[in-house]
């Protein structure tokens, strides 16, 4: 095991993982809990998994899920702990404004619905692996998919007629 | 080869924007805990090595000792060049009655 292998896979799926696990946790602290934790654990089991990524994001929903109902204690406490920390980059003034729609869409979500959103979108995982990391049947990780973008489409159209 | 997907669009928009990059202090954080869950199979290896090497050399050094200090297999035990009494230890035993 070398530096530059968990480097390389952190730089190119790290990204979308902070996005996911900040999607299923109340705080970016916990967000980061949660891939630090998921990362030193899958890291090691990345060679005995059929498929690393799934593996991955599907230690990452567990560490985030635990995550989640161990701030549910701290709720209030932490509640104004949530960070500004954007979901996305953004260099220009249409970027913000993407990006701020974007972000208030995917707010409206179901949140089973915006998982796989951000799983098939950002992480680039197939229906097949969203199934498997978020422990549902093939169909409906793409029901759920199709369901989502049903709903985003009236919310972005704003952006669509600017 | 043409595709019949309503959301097109929806999905280049959502895809367009690229997540945010991992914080460097967190990015620093799994370096950290990487380093650690590295060296501590390696630190434990290099002790056995270490003491394993340092048992061959003692085991290695006190045989080539004790063969240095034991005596050739063809030397005399004794320093007398005959096993027979000289008349000189002759004389000396007949001096002592």
């Not at chain 1, 900040?22 to 998921?38: G, K, S």
């Not at chain 2, 928009?13 to 799994?30: E, G, I, M, N, V």
Request: include cysteine; hydrophobic fraction near 40%; proline fraction near 6%.
């Amino acid at each position: 095991m070398t530096d530059n292998d968990w480097q390389a896979f952190l730089a190119q799926h790290g990204p979308a993982a902070l996005l996911y696990a900040r999607h299923l946790t109340r705080t970016l602290a916990d967000a980061e809990d949660a891939l630090h934790d998921a990362f030193l654990r899958f890291w090691p089991r990345r060679h005995t998994a059929k498929d690393p990524r799934a593996l991955f994001f599907t230690c990452l929903r567990t560490a985030a899920l635990d995550q989640h109902r161990a701030s549910n204690r701290r709720r209030a406490r932490e509640q104004q702990a949530r960070t500004d920390l954007p979901l996305f980059t953004a260099s220009t003034q249409d970027d913000y404004e993407k990006r701020d729609l974007v972000q208030h869409a995917l707010q409206q979500l179901p949140a089973d619905q915006r998982e796989v959103i951000i799983l098939k979108l950002w992480a680039n995982l197939s229906f097949e692996q969203i199934a498997q990391t978020t422990n549902v049947p093939l169909n409906t990780a793409a029901a759920r998919y199709r369901y989502a973008l049903a709903k985003l489409a009236p919310l972005l159209s704003l952006e669509n007629t600017k | 080869m043409t595709t019949n997907n309503p959301h097109e669009h929806i999905e280049r928009t959502l895809a367009d924007l690229t997540p945010t990059p991992l914080p460097d202090y967190l990015h620093t954080r799994l370096a950290e805990s990487m380093d650690n869950q590295l060296t501590l199979p390696e630190k434990l290896l290099g002790i056995a090595l270490s003491l394993a090497t340092a048992a061959a050399l003692f085991i290695t050094i006190s045989l080539t000792l004790t063969l240095l200090n034991a005596p050739p297999l063809s030397a005399p035990t004794s320093t007398k060049t005959s096993a027979y009494a000289t008349p000189a230890d002759l004389q000396t035993l007949l001096a002592a009655k």
